[in-house]
């Protein structure tokens, strides 16, 4: 830097030896002579002038070692004192190239400079010229500001005498970044004459100026380099190389000054684009750009030039020139460069009427911000402006052929379109919240925001939290490695029906979305009580979120696991409180088919079949046996209850001109079995509804009967009657003993099967194949025993097994939870058995043999007539014909109008019981599930 300066000197010395030799004819001490007097003065313009030339300040300016008439050049040839009109000083002999700069530039060209012209003594100083980094210039870059300010200031000089456009430049540099960095001290941020050059200040619109649109980025970059690498995200990298004209100008964005108003060539457009008739020439759409749009809009400081750079406004009328659209990329180079990858950019750069352009989405000229609720892409209107496009029957969801359907009909009734739509919550997603603004790809897309690989992560967006347990979860592709498609947020929830999770609907879909994958466990879980249950429609039980957990699944072996076995307890307990760890024991996924890993289920399950079969099988075929007899010897039956009739018996008694009738049943037997009918359809109705819970039938009647949660208590209820009529009957049966007990059970009107109903049992068979007599029966036959004995073996094993299934916090305090697995299997298929029988043996051997067809009212009477008793119990008949004790039973015939209600009643449970042995028979045969 030294050697620089010392060589300049010598440089300097040399030029001032080389002048003409007439400027040495004068030395400085003869100007001195004069211009050392303080008081010398002159006119100028008008004006008294001090002409004073300090001279201890011209030593030590950088002109000290030069003479006077270097620079006054005009003064060389003349005496002294000299006196007319002189010509000012010029600095063109030493500084050429800077003069003809500063000549042609608008300070020094004379049609612009005028009065406020600036000389180079204005700017440098006169007799005091110093360098431009010394401490004391006035053109230092710490200084230049202030020097330039002294006549671009707000209503002032230049400013006030030009109208010049920034509306105070040397009041709003010091607040900008470059002036921010000049006021703390820095010496290379950017000054007025580092941008507007020192001495060719040309106006903007001169293509020599260094702040032309065509040297602007040249000129910025002097300080700022690779703005191609800077500006990637707002301007694409191949634009730099197409020239200025591809580019926006560097203060398009960066305001050289604080304000900076529109392009001058705004108004020229004006003058047309605000007429309200004008219009295109093609196809003949408005071309009026309102002014109240595009001032409320977000490019209400950018020119029109801007965006339509491609106009030329050479045409002094637009017709006939073709103006390419406007291309948003220029500043938008990210957002734009996501939408030419979209399915929207796509299908617009074929121009297929499908693909919206930016315009069709953010309007033309009156483009507002998101954050503006007037915005078509605030929030609250993004699920409306998308739907001209996505609702059914418009232009993209006639072109859509994948399996969404009424995208956005369904989206609106979601809990995301509730939210935003009905509720105005701005937090909702809509649409762009999950396909994302700019960058809409369908979802098998590996670049997609909702692709399998990226829903998490788009879901997680706004659901903080549940991403990171969901991506620590079984189903996160980070823990299970599978060539399988692993769930995400869709498979569960659905992309445009979400609901609550609390909802009813989302409860009930659920389980089926996890039996997609989970086929096998799904189906034992619908086999389970939870799974039946919430088949029917009943939602307050346990699903497979409840005891797996949701978005937090873990394999049982982990600690955190809810099956964990230091935490299987306390999830059961969330819905069973007080359950203990034998509960927990409880096979939630049982399957009675495996012998290996359930054995006591297995057996179980196998026994119930084989009693059922054998059962049904057994007194099935004793009443086909009946009826091939009955049918076949129908005429002789009937001839054979004539001659019963005829034959010499006791006469029944009268009264009131009425025969008197064999009362068979008591009063109570009556009400009990009336009762036992009511409950126990009652019971069969709920309990196969439950069994068979994968029928529509099952659905259609749970819902009759106002919900599953109803026919629970409906079950529940009809089985604490049963029971207590089972006991009544007790305390009756024991009340009525007359006797030892022995003889009371084991005598000849017992209930209790004895050796002799055994004989009945094998002459009765040969009765109905022909090959013996029909056997004279007393009081109680065989099938009517068996039917009795089986109450007794239901209430006991559907009725213990029940409680246990009512109670099993209680029973598995003493039973194991596998306990409660062995009595479901027990109670349905015992319940079932149950129903079967009476609603198929019990009706044919009581109602529908061809002797009792189409119903026998005894049961609810309590009476039969002396000829009935006869003929189907001819020994009771004997027995009480015998001991004189017939007429102790004989009492009056009920009213026609009673007997009329007694039918009514046995037909409907008569219609009822039918129902449902086929409701079974159609479960059995074509249900699935």
């Not at 305001?255 to 900076?260: G, I, R, S, V």
């Not at 490019?299 to 002094?316: F, N, T, Y």
């Not at 750069?349 to 911000?369: F, Q, R, V």
Request: glycine share 8%.
């Amino acid at each position: 830097m030294k050697t620089s300066k010392v060589l300049a000197s010598i440089a300097w010395l040399a030029l001032l030896c080389w002048l003409p030799s007439g400027a040495a004819a004068q030395s400085n001490s003869d100007c001195l002579t004069c211009h050392g007097d303080k008081k010398l003065t002159a006119k100028r313009g008008g004006s008294t002038i001090s002409m004073y030339v300090d001279s201890a300040a011209l030593a030590a300016s950088r002109h000290g070692p030069a003479t006077c008439i270097a620079c006054h050049t005009d003064l060389a040839k003349k005496d002294f004192p000299h006196e007319g009109k002189i010509a000012p000083a010029t600095c063109v002999r030493c500084h050429a190239e800077e003069s003809r700069q500063q000549a042609r530039s608008l300070h020094g060209k004379p049609s612009t400079r005028g009065a406020t012209g600036p000389t180079c003594a204005d700017c440098h100083g006169g007799h005091d010229v110093v360098g431009v980094h010394d401490p004391r210039s006035p053109v230092l870059p710490a200084r230049v500001s202030a020097l330039c300010g002294s006549c671009h200031t707000a209503g002032e000089g230049v400013h006030k005498q030009r109208a010049v456009r920034a509306a105070d430049p040397s009041a709003n540099y010091p607040e900008l970044i470059h002036g921010a960095l000049a006021r703390k001290g820095s010496v290379a941020t950017a000054t007025c004459v580092s941008c507007h050059t020192a001495h060719d200040v040309l106006p903007h619109g001169d293509d020599r100026s260094t702040v032309a649109r065509s040297k602007l980025a040249s000129t910025c970059m002097q300080c700022h380099t690779k703005l191609e690498e800077v500006h990637r995200k707002v301007i694409p990298v191949e634009r730099w190389a197409q020239g200025p004209a591809a580019v926006p100008a560097c203060v398009t964005c960066h305001a050289p000054h604080k304000t900076y108003g529109g392009n001058p060539a705004d108004a020229a457009c004006v003058r047309c684009h605000a007429k309200a008739d004008i219009k295109s020439s093609k196809d003949g759409h408005s071309l009026t750009v309102q002014g109240k749009a595009v001032a409320g809009s977000v490019h209400a400081k950018l020119s029109c030039a801007q965006c339509h750079a491609a106009v030329d406004p050479s045409h002094e009328k637009a017709t006939g020139t073709r103006v390419p659209a406007v291309e948003c990329s220029t500043c938008h180079a990210e957002v734009s460069r996501q939408y030419h990858l979209s399915t929207h950019g796509q299908l617009e750069a074929k121009k297929d009427k499908n693909g919206p352009t930016c315009a069709e989405c953010h309007g033309t000229h009156d483009i507002l911000s998101k954050k503006s609720q007037a915005s078509p892409t605030y929030p609250l209107n993004v699920p409306k402006l998308c739907a001209r496009c996505h609702r059914t029957g418009e232009k993209a969801a006639v072109r859509y052929t994948g399996d969404q359907t009424q995208i956005v009909e369904q989206y609106t009734e979601s809990i995301h379109g509730k939210g935003i739509i009905k509720s105005g919550l701005i937090a909702s997603a809509v649409c762009t919240s999950c396909h994302t603004a700019h960058s809409a790809l369908p979802s098998d897309s590996l670049a997609s925001s909702v692709s399998r690989a990226n829903i998490p992560a788009t879901c997680g967006a706004c659901h903080v939290g549940i991403q990171e347990l969901f991506e620590r979860s079984v189903h996160s592709a980070k823990v299970t490695a599978t060539t399988k498609d692993l769930p995400v947020c869709s498979s569960c929830h659905s992309a445009h029906t979400i609901s609550r999770t609390d909802a009813q609907g989302f409860k009930l879909v659920v389980m089926d979305r996890c039996g997609k994958c989970h086929e096998t466990i799904a189906k034992e879980y619908f086999d389970s009580y939870h799974g039946k249950v919430s088949r029917l429609g009943f939602t307050q039980t346990a699903q497979c979120y409840d005891c797996h957990g949701s978005h937090d699944i873990l394999p049982a072996r982990d600690p955190r696991a809810h099956l964990n076995s230091a935490n299987v307890v306390a999830t059961c307990q969330k819905c069973h409180p007080g359950a203990g760890p034998k509960f927990a024991s409880y096979i939630t996924h049982a399957t009675p088919h495996d012998r290996k890993k359930y054995p006591w289920l297995f057996w179980a399950f196998w026994g119930m079949t084989a009693l059922l079969v054998g059962t049904l099988g057994f007194t099935g075929a004793h009443s086909l046996l009946w009826l091939g007899h009955a049918l076949r010897t129908k005429g002789k039956a009937a001839a054979a209850a004539a001659t019963v009739a005829a034959a010499p018996h006791v006469a029944p008694s009268k009264a009131h001109g009425k025969e008197l009738e064999f009362e068979r049943f008591t009063r109570l037997n009556r009400v009990l079995h009336i009762v036992m009918i009511i409950t126990f359809i009652g019971c069969a109705a709920t309990g196969m509804t439950l069994k068979f819970s994968n029928t529509s039938w099952a659905s259609v009647l749970a819902h009759l009967l106002g919900g599953f949660q109803t026919a629970g208590y409906i079950h529940r209820l009809c089985a604490l009657f049963m029971i207590l009529l089972f006991v009544t009957h007790l305390v009756d049966v024991v009340r009525r003993r007359k006797g030892p007990w022995m003889d009371y059970l084991l005598g000849a009107n017992t209930m209790v099967p004895t050796l002799k109903d055994a004989k009945e049992f094998i002459a009765t068979v040969k009765y109905f194949l022909g090959r013996g007599e029909r056997p004279k029966y007393s009081r109680w036959t065989y099938w009517e025993k068996f039917d009795y004995m089986g109450v007794f073996w239901g209430m006991v094993v559907i009725g213990g097994t029940g409680l246990a299934l009512w109670f099993p916090v209680f029973f598995t305090k003493f039973l194991p939870g596998w306990a409660l697995n062995v009595a479901t299997i027990i109670h349905s298929d015992e319940a079932l058995l149950a129903t079967g029988f009476i609603f198929t043996v019990h009706f044919f051997n009581t109602h529908l043999r061809p002797e009792k067809f189409p119903i026998d009212t005894v049961i609810f009477t309590g009476r039969m007539s002396v000829e009935e008793l006869k003929e189907d119990k001819p020994a009771e008949y004997d027995a009480l014909v015998k001991s004189g004790e017939l007429e102790e039973h004989m009492v009056e015939p009920y009213q026609p109008i009673v007997i009329r209600t007694f039918r009514a009643f046995g037909w409907t449970a008569l219609t009822a019981g039918i129902l449902i042995v086929v409701w079974i028979v159609y479960a059995m045969l074509f249900a699935r599930g």
